[in-house]
């Protein structure tokens, strides 16, 4: 047997099981109907002494996983900010898979080292990021901001004179760490992470944007090295910090700036959105995410940092055995990883498929789809919208506490569209989030008419 023949069956098994699935996502019920145990059960508990063939394994897996799945990728699914996957970015990510390159040094994969560097010089293109900004790609926000903080970290000590790979942290100048009330969980993490603790919070105005007077305040309160996070798409309001304003404040005071724009970003890629970034060209660092707005699968993350000195210092790996390229970063030196899948390249095949035009179009058609569903539910009884929706989250309330939460319970169970509970300025609320290629103004209305049933359902 050839080795594609040996390739071949699993294969041909995992194109017509993926396709069989993604024919279903945009009609079938949104929420699994199996729990954890219950695919445990059905994939069988025991490890075999030997297994079947690998087509076997493959329809068992989703015979018994399918059930266990959410159809994230429906155009009706609006909860928490996941994304969707385009057909190029799936045919791209299989790719990656196959290829199965090791994607740390240049001298070893040029191929896909090639098309990672366009993906990330496009990706300053239509985010309006500095052109010589270094950008990596990891696995998702979290660890583009964690990315983003260390060389920002390493940076303010060095000015203040302290060499964080010399002499360690322990000992070193205090770094003031400054984060918005409003910020994504995913900051703390990152912050903590990278040995800044939890973060002085600075008051937010009532959409969650970061107030400028409170910055000036903060950071008044102190002096020596110094790192501002700020945040370009609030997951409850979508709202943008003055991302200009902020930034000219915190670098007055020497400050080193973050953007968590892991959704929000990527309005500076429409015409129509744009002002909601202004001045994010100004800030040092920026972490955002691929398999939310962009629509590839997961994991793509993406971390870009303006001073690449500062980032190359902070996470590349030297060793003799790398034969790292002496005089041109290796993708190495922009993440915390060497060996990693080649996961730039959905990033590539999709923006050369969108074109800078079609990544306008998409963004657009995000934030359209969030008005449609804004205004269909303002337009039933008693239902309200609780913030100003700018961008693609809209955060719902339908009288008492106790009534919004029924509402979401019953569009959960109706199973056509579907919306996170959470808690906003002390209310129940159900956020609406868009951000799959396939919502559009007539499945955002399909949402719509899903809640209005809720609401009735919900008495
Ligand atoms: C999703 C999200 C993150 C975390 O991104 P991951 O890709 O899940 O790590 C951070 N910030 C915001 C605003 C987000 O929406």
Redesign the pocket.
């Given at each position: 047997m050839s080795d594609r023949e040996a390739y071949g069956p699993a294969l041909d098994d995992a194109v017509s099981l993926a396709g069989r699935w993604l024919g279903g996502v945009r009609e079938e019920s949104i929420p699994p109907t199996a729990d954890v145990d219950q695919v445990k059960d059905g994939l069988g508990r025991e490890l075999p002494d030997r297994g079947p063939g690998a087509p076997e394994v493959l329809r068992r897996m989703a015979e018994a996983i399918e059930p266990g799945l959410m159809r994230i990728g429906s155009p009706r699914f609006h909860g928490w900010?996941m994304g969707g996957v385009q057909p190029v970015s799936l045919g791209a990510d299989w790719l990656v898979s196959a290829w199965d390159q090791n994607t740390g040094l240049r001298t070893v994969t040029p191929g896909v080292v090639a098309a990672e560097e366009l993906a990330a010089a496009w990706l300053n293109d239509v985010l309006g990021l500095p052109t010589t900004a270094e950008v990596g790609f990891v696995t998702?926000?979290?660890?583009a901001?964690l990315v983003g903080l260390v060389a920002a970290r390493d940076e303010v000590l060095r000015r203040a004179g302290w060499d964080a790979a010399a002499q360690g942290l322990a000992g070193g100048p205090r770094i003031r760490f400054l984060v918005g009330a409003e910020r994504?969980g995913?900051v703390d993490s990152s912050g903590l992470v990278a040995g800044l603790g939890r973060g002085r919070v600075v008051e937010a105005d009532d959409q969650g944007r970061m107030r400028a007077d409170a910055l000036r305040a903060a950071l008044a309160e102190g002096s020596g090295p110094a790192i501002v996070c700020l945040?370009a798409?609030n997951?409850h309001s979508g709202a943008f910090d003055p991302l200009g304003e902020l930034t000219d404040i915190a670098h007055e005071a020497g400050a080193w700036v973050h953007v968590?724009g892991?959704?929000?970003l990527w309005a500076a890629a429409a015409p129509g959105l744009r002002h909601l970034t202004s001045g994010l060209e100004r800030a040092d660092s920026w972490a955002t995410?691929a398999?939310?707005t962009l629509n590839v699968p997961y994991d793509c993350?993406i971390a870009a940092v303006a001073d690449a000195e500062a980032l190359h210092r902070a996470v590349a790996q030297h060793a003799a055995y790398l034969a790292s390229s002496a005089d041109v970063a290796d993708p190495a030196d922009r993440v915390l990883e060497l060996s990693r899948r080649a996961r730039g390249l959905p990033v590539y095949a999709t923006l050369a498929q969108l074109g800078r035009d079609g990544v306008a179009e998409l963004v657009q058609q995000l934030a359209d789809s969030a008005q449609v569903i804004a205004d269909g539910i303002r337009a039933i009884p008693g239902a309200e919208v609780l913030n100003d929706v700018v961008y693609t989250q809209v955060c719902a309330a339908f009288g008492t506490d106790e009534r919004t939460r029924a509402v979401g319970a019953a569009l959960l169970a109706g199973g056509d569209a579907l919306a996170s509970p959470s808690v906003w300025h002390g209310r129940a609320v159900l956020r609406f989030s868009v951000s799959n290629w396939l919502t559009d103004a007539a499945e955002a209305g399909r949402t719509v008419a899903a809640v209005r049933r809720a609401v009735e359902a919900a008495g």
């Open positions: 900010v998702g926000a979290t660890v901001s994504h995913s945040q798409g997951i968590d892991a959704f929000g995410d398999h939310k993350g």
